[in-house]
């Protein structure tokens, strides 16, 4: 590695680090407040200023990154799965820089900004080595599609940001029966969570150099190794243990399942589940939402209902623009065709059309407020769908990570 | 039968269906209620709210109603998700049998899969159809909101009913010491936020950014134009999409050019990154032996025939261009373009081969074999001749159980070849790559001339794109009006604020915005700061307050 790209992930490491003050100011900022009117002390703390501040530097450092990056690698970073994860956490927080500059939420900036954090942290799983481009990538059109999809995918993220902080503000989560309702909220939180029990387990188990080799039978029923960096709770089929002091496979997986990713899945699903336990217990059996909901007190949802719909009627033609019409002028010269039903373009199409029936919805049959604030989770479960999911699993030209 | 237009008490004859008088915005509906007042199209009638009479109401109707088109993108949205579960027939690996393919390799759900037809979605006449229904949608639901509302705000007066002024989200009363003044200054700010300042008995519109109302609408006609260009794909000529390999040193016409065109591979070449690039130095040790490919092109010549010659072989053939073919960069002529897309190394190209003479165990010479254009007979060096009596470019036993060949690329080519001996008899010998066998009359009867093979000649070969597409400019110009539309109604919002005289001295003021209230109440802010207005309220904060107080105060 070359002393610029060094210098470059350093950057990222302050950036992650600014991030994380501003959370902490974030914090402070809403729980100070409460404190501060018990003494009967009106004036208001300076905590979400120094959080924003925080948030300013952070994205300052982590465009460091992102140009240093470029740099030394001599291509734009958006090619693989580290590189585009971590970019699209720096459009996220820029996106809410910009946005939080109008409306000053600190209560948004609390809920996005470990978000941001976690998409980097899951960003850096993968290989952060700067990788040579295939001749398809090769082209002005890869920083231009990319780099517009990622802004309008933070902006699009903001409204996620907003809707969540809608509902954790307006819904009823007192009741101690399970509605749709407080499911769907908890099930967010759940889903938050897993994420970064995955994020912490595979850096966990790397620091210790965990390896776990096994020898199994495959699918063309042949004899085949496999090494497994987490503890195997589920072993390859027929799978014999060949590292000595190493847990051993509860299950074995049939030969037409890839076992070492189901059993990341099990073990992300499954500590993020405790994860969720222990936080819930500490909190005296409340839900988590409800833990977080006397936090939004004074937060006008009406305002927080306007933020998540201004970012998605900024982000959505940003969308369409780079999504689609930058996506399709790159297919056709990169590929030969502008449309080609590859997975990632039917899954940038269902994002897009996804938004469009947001609007629709809402411009024209009143779904605003808690509705419209489903409708951004979901439209944003939508697009981590297509980064992980569709990159990930269904096979196809975009998947080069 | 005509229905009854409605007369406002300020003398506005509305159509039949009108909910806000398009003059004075006097509720015409619910008119003793507080509620805050329903602006979506201004209230104005829409045929679709109207009539619902005949087939053709019925259909209008049917199709303006964004419920339905809603529906429709809903359903679109889930189907090409569905499309994605399995790859798509056009992505199954060549020359496999989608019947059998999905079974094969998804069990039970990939034959659900094809059988549904889930195999070949996208081009499925059932998600034509639901294209086509969401076009219609848009184009009658459009139809139907813009002209009134057109009208709507082209008609709009200045002096509005009380119970309209009231009725907006954002309302204010302000006791004045001098209307005149206050107004005058008022207006003066508006201004200079860019206002446009409409007066009427000395009440006042400050408008702004109307055009962005006409954003929707813009973008519809923007996706429909998109869509009748890619419908118009299907009309033959519009569209070609043809492969063609070309070795090195070959002429070919170009396919789907009806032989106008000829193309000459002169060289191809892949590089590769090097391998000492100390950018990528972690990149490449973590996948040793990995070939990392930089690019690959075809050196090419574009030829036209020249006018006299006929169409067929041998014509005579005048260069046109010389061009570098390479990936993101294709060929650009008369409307094709070709791409640079795969390739082929190290083809066969030719083979070589030793005659011995076994009488006097002297070499009878050599000949070599174009693969591609074998000729009839060779002639060896002692004058006698070699014949080809059979060439398989690709040899293979097909299922009768007879040498044949799978194409006409030499990936695996073998021969009979046919020499006739001293005593007059043809002899014929058999020879692929590590085989060699003499077709004997008699076992333990060698023949008196013996091949074996030489040596080869290999050629790149290169993979090319033809395309023509006659519908991209419809795409580029229906998709440039989409996203301009888009952008005309997304990121400029309509404001308008209203200023009305009261007799006791007292002067209201209304504001309405189609989003992002925040920033109309700060700019009214400043309004209300620099003059002796009182600052509006938000009526949706006495809702908040109302819903909130007691809860937070828990």
């Not at chain 1, 994420?195 to 387990?201: E, H, K, P, S, Y």
């Not at chain 1, 405790?274 to 005296?284: A, D, E, F, H």
């Not at chain 1, 897009?352 to 951004?376: D, K, P, Q, T, V």
């Not at chain 2, 009488?359 to 174009?370: C, P, R």
Request: proline fraction near 4%; charged fraction near 20%; include cysteine.
């Amino acid at each position: 590695m070359n002393s610029l790209a060094e210098l470059s992930s350093n950057l990222l490491y302050i950036a992650f680090f600014f991030y994380f003050a501003a959370t902490v100011f974030y914090i402070l900022s809403v729980t100070g407040r409460q404190f501060r009117n018990k003494e009967g002390d009106v004036k208001k703390n300076r905590w979400g200023t120094w959080g924003y501040i925080a948030t300013v530097i952070g994205v300052v450092f982590a465009f460091g990154y992102f140009f240093t990056r470029w740099a030394a690698g001599g291509h734009p970073p958006v090619s693989n799965m580290f590189e585009y994860t971590a970019f699209l956490a720096i459009c996220f927080s820029l996106a809410f820089v910009v946005i939080n500059g109008i409306y000053k939420s600190n209560v948004l900036g609390l809920f996005t900004i470990p978000v941001i954090m976690l998409i980097i942290a899951y960003a850096s799983v993968f290989s952060t080595e700067i990788a040579p481009l295939v001749p398809s990538l090769q082209s002005n059109w890869l920083a231009i599609h990319v780099i517009t999809v990622a802004l309008a995918q933070g902006i699009l993220a903001v409204s996620f940001g907003a809707g969540l902080v809608y509902l954790v503000r307006t819904l009823d989560l007192s009741g101690k029966k399970m509605t749709k309702r407080t499911f769907g909220i908890e099930f967010i939180m759940y889903t938050l969570l897993t994420g970064l029990a995955f994020v912490i387990l595979t850096n966990v188990f790397e620091a210790t150099n965990y390896e776990a080799q096994f020898t199994y039978v495959n699918e063309q029923g042949e004899d085949a190794e496999k090494t497994y960096n987490l503890p195997a709770i589920i072993g390859p089929n027929e799978g014999v243990l060949e590292t000595e002091d190493r847990f051993s496979p509860i299950f074995y997986a049939p030969d037409w399942i890839i076992s070492e990713d189901l059993n990341t899945v099990v073990w992300s699903f499954g500590s993020g589940f405790l994860l969720y336990w222990v936080i819930r217990l500490i909190g005296r059996n409340r839900r988590i939402s409800a833990m977080l909901q006397p936090l939004l007190k004074g937060v006008k949802p009406q305002t927080v209902d306007e933020l998540s719909y201004r970012a998605i009627a900024i982000g959505f033609p940003l969308f369409a623009l780079g999504g689609l019409a930058f996506a399709m002028i790159y297919a056709q010269i990169a590929w030969t065709r502008f449309w080609g039903w590859d997975p990632k373009e039917v899954w940038a199409l269902i994002t897009f059309f996804f938004y469009a029936a947001y609007l629709h919805l809402r411009l024209s049959r009143n779904w605003i407020g808690e509705r419209s604030a489903w409708l951004a989770v979901i439209g944003f479960a939508i697009i981590m769908f297509n980064l992980i999911f569709v990159n990930l699993v269904i096979a196809g030209l975009h998947s080069y990570a | 039968m005509k229905e009854k237009e409605i007369i406002c008490e300020c003398g506005h004859v509305n159509p039949y269906g009108t909910e806000v008088c398009g003059s004075c915005g006097k509720p015409l509906v619910k008119n003793d209620s507080n509620e805050l007042l329903n602006m979506r199209y201004e209230g104005a009638a829409r045929r679709s709210q109207t009539y619902n009479k005949s087939i053709i109401d019925k259909v209008w109707n049917f199709f303006s109603s964004v419920k339905v088109g809603i529906t429709i993108i809903v359903v679109i949205l889930i189907a090409s998700a569905l499309g994605t579960i399995f790859p798509q027939e056009l992505f199954i690996p060549p020359g496999q049998d989608a019947a059998t393919y999905y079974a094969e390799e998804h069990g039970w759900a990939g034959e659900l899969y094809y059988t549904l037809g889930f195999h070949n979605l996208y081009g499925s006449w059932w998600y034509m159809l639901l294209i086509t229904a969401l076009g219609i949608s848009i184009l009658i639901a459009s139809i139907d909101r813009f002209f009134p509302l057109y009208k709507a705000l082209k008609n709009q007066r200045v002096t509005r009913h009380e119970k309209f002024m009231s009725r907006q989200r954002i309302f204010g009363r302000s006791t004045v010491s001098d209307q005149d003044e206050t107004m005058n200054k008022a207006v003066s700010l508006l201004r200079k936020k860019r206002y446009k300042i409409f007066e009427e008995n000395g009440n006042v519109l400050a408008e702004k950014a109307r055009w962005a109302r006409w954003g929707p609408y813009v973008n519809h006609i923007g996706l429909i134009i998109f869509l009748v260009g890619a419908m118009l794909r299907f009309f033959p000529g519009m569209y070609v999409d043809a492969n063609m390999w070309v070795r090195e040193g070959e002429t070919v016409p170009v396919p789907g050019t009806s032989q106008d065109y000829y193309l000459e591979n002169l060289q191809f070449d892949v590089e590769l990154y090097d391998e000492d690039d100390e950018r990528f130095q972690g990149a490449m040790q973590a996948a040793p032996g990995a070939e990392h490919i930089e690019t690959f092109r075809t050196h090419s010549i574009l030829y036209m025939p020249t006018d006299e010659s006929t169409v067929g072989a041998g014509r005579e053939l005048e260069a046109i261009s010389e061009q570098e073919i390479e990936v993101n960069s294709p060929l650009y002529f008369d409307n094709y373009s070709v791409y640079q897309l795969d390739y082929k190394l190290n083809e066969l190209s030719a083979m070589s081969f030793d005659v011995e003479d076994r009488e006097t165990g002297e070499s009878a010479g050599s000949f070599t074999v174009d693969l591609n254009n074998p000729e009839d007979y060779y002639t060896l060096d002692n004058g006698e001749e070699v014949y080809i009596y059979d060439y398989f470019a690709n040899f293979i036993i097909n299922d009768a159980g007879e040498p044949t060949t799978e194409n006409n690329v030499p990936d695996n080519p073998a021969f009979i070849f046919e020499m006739t001996n001293e005593d007059g008899e043809e002899e014929l010998t058999f020879i692929r790559i590590q085989r060699n066998f003499e077709i004997r009359d008699d076992e333990d009867d060698p023949h008196q001339y013996a091949f074996t093979f030489a040596g080869i000649d290999t050629n790149h070969v290169t993979g090319l794109k033809v395309r023509k597409d006659l519908t991209l400019p419809f795409l580029i110009a229906g998709g440039s009006i989409f996203l301009l539309g888009l952008l005309q109604g997304s990121y400029w919002p309509h404001r308008r604020v209203w200023l009305q005289r009261e007799n006791d001295g007292e002067i209201l003021i209304a504001a309405h915005t189609n989003k992002n209230w925040e920033s109309i109440k700060k700019e009214i802010r400043s309004v209300t700061d620099q003059t002796e207005l009182s600052e509006p309220v938000d009526q949706t904060d006495e809702e908040y307050e109302k819903e909130y107080k007691e809860k937070d105060n828990l």
